[in-house]
């Protein structure tokens, strides 16, 4: 008997394992005919200055227009990718996309910076820097020195040697990497240690929280700090209001990225928007302000 039921449970077991085998390989396949079939997109979210009121750059956040579901946001099917060969066709997709968006703004005479979200098993790949090189000459009118990455700093880099020799020979191509969600990771300060980065994008949950929290306050102050004392560049993101963006600038941090700004867009908005943005009078005010 005691057999029989161990043989069940194994039989449970395995038909469990299954379903979840088939559900995922569904799902993937899903992805890749959604691929095939140009349901992804890329909307931008600005980043300003609030010094200068400049507007520096965009980051690219996927989307998936979803036949039947409407917008689709990537914590909605990312994960399903992860490990799959469809995470790194789909990862060179973004890159591409990206690329070819800035070729269009830089031809308009729009220089802004582009930046991509790019995994870490993407990233780990032996002929990622290749490919980012031949990404490049496809869009010759896109500046290398405009093109930045963003590395989930959360996402475990299995191996920092690789990474860190793969950072080393893109920013020879003269493209800049961003450590995003810093602060968020078990390893932020090994990551900023061992790997070449040239900006710090402080993770919008310190951010958010820091006007009631002393601790998340302290935090984004650190990391300021940190960025300053080695010279790196410091976004914040999640700036959610004007009040954010002034304590912002008093602790030494101007570079911003959130919905108090602006929500992410589809590229065709952004020129209009950076046109509003530009006679936003109640944001440039916040500097003087700050300087009081
Ligand atoms: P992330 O790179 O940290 O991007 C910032 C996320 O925070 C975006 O969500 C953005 O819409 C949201 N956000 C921006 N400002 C605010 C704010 O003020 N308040 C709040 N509450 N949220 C704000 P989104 O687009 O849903 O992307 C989520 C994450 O998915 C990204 O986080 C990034 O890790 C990943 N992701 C997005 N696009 C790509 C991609 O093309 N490739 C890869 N590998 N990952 C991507
Ligand atoms: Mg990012
Ligand atoms: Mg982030
Ligand atoms: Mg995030």
Redesign the pocket.
């Given at each position: 008997r005691a057999k029989e039921a161990g043989k069940n449970r194994f039989f449970v077991f395995n038909a469990e394992h299954d379903r979840k085998l088939q559900a995922r390989w569904q799902q993937i396949q899903r992805l890749h005919q959604a691929l095939e079939c140009n349901e992804f997109l890329?909307?931008f979210?600005p980043k300003v200055d609030l010094i200068t009121g400049e507007v520096l750059g965009a980051?690219?956040?996927?989307?998936w227009q979803h036949p039947e579901e409407g917008m689709l946001?990537?914590?909605l099917f990312?994960p399903h990718l992860e490990g799959s060969d469809l995470e790194i066709d789909?990862?060179e997709w973004?890159i591409d996309s990206a690329l070819r968006q800035m070729e269009i703004w830089h031809a308009e005479g729009l220089m802004i910076s582009v930046s991509?979200?790019?995994?870490a098993n993407?990233l780990l790949q032996s002929n990622f820097t290749e490919r980012l090189r031949l990404a490049l000459e496809r869009h010759p009118g896109a500046q290398p020195g405009k093109f930045e990455l963003?590395i989930?700093e959360t996402a475990a880099l299995s191996d920092m040697g690789q990474a860190a020799r793969t950072l080393a020979s893109c920013r020879e191509l003269g493209v800049r990497f961003a450590l995003?969600?810093f602060g968020t990771g078990y390893s932020s300060l090994t990551y900023f240690r061992d790997l070449p980065v040239d900006i710090l994008?402080i993770?919008?949950s310190f951010v958010?929280d820091m006007l009631d929290d002393p601790n998340d306050l302290g935090i984004v102050e650190g990391v300021v700090r940190l960025a300053q004392a080695f010279n790196r560049q410091v976004i914040a993101?999640?700036?959610?209001s004007m009040d954010h963006g002034a304590l912002l600038l008093s602790i030494g941090c101007h570079i911003c990225?959130?919905?108090?700004i602006a929500?992410?867009m589809p590229a065709e908005a952004l020129p209009e928007w950076i046109g509003h943005w530009r006679e936003a009078k109640e944001w440039s005010a916040l500097n003087h302000t700050s300087e009081d």
């Amino acid at each position: 008997r005691a057999k029989e039921a161990g043989k069940n449970r194994f039989f449970v077991f395995n038909a469990e394992h299954d379903r979840k085998l088939q559900a995922r390989w569904q799902q993937i396949q899903r992805l890749h005919q959604a691929l095939e079939c140009n349901e992804f997109l890329l909307h931008f979210q600005p980043k300003v200055d609030l010094i200068t009121g400049e507007v520096l750059g965009a980051e690219a956040l996927i989307r998936w227009q979803h036949p039947e579901e409407g917008m689709l946001a990537p914590g909605l099917f990312l994960p399903h990718l992860e490990g799959s060969d469809l995470e790194i066709d789909l990862g060179e997709w973004v890159i591409d996309s990206a690329l070819r968006q800035m070729e269009i703004w830089h031809a308009e005479g729009l220089m802004i910076s582009v930046s991509a979200n790019v995994s870490a098993n993407h990233l780990l790949q032996s002929n990622f820097t290749e490919r980012l090189r031949l990404a490049l000459e496809r869009h010759p009118g896109a500046q290398p020195g405009k093109f930045e990455l963003e590395i989930l700093e959360t996402a475990a880099l299995s191996d920092m040697g690789q990474a860190a020799r793969t950072l080393a020979s893109c920013r020879e191509l003269g493209v800049r990497f961003a450590l995003d969600d810093f602060g968020t990771g078990y390893s932020s300060l090994t990551y900023f240690r061992d790997l070449p980065v040239d900006i710090l994008k402080i993770d919008q949950s310190f951010v958010r929280d820091m006007l009631d929290d002393p601790n998340d306050l302290g935090i984004v102050e650190g990391v300021v700090r940190l960025a300053q004392a080695f010279n790196r560049q410091v976004i914040a993101e999640g700036v959610e209001s004007m009040d954010h963006g002034a304590l912002l600038l008093s602790i030494g941090c101007h570079i911003c990225q959130g919905y108090g700004i602006a929500r992410p867009m589809p590229a065709e908005a952004l020129p209009e928007w950076i046109g509003h943005w530009r006679e936003a009078k109640e944001w440039s005010a916040l500097n003087h302000t700050s300087e009081d």
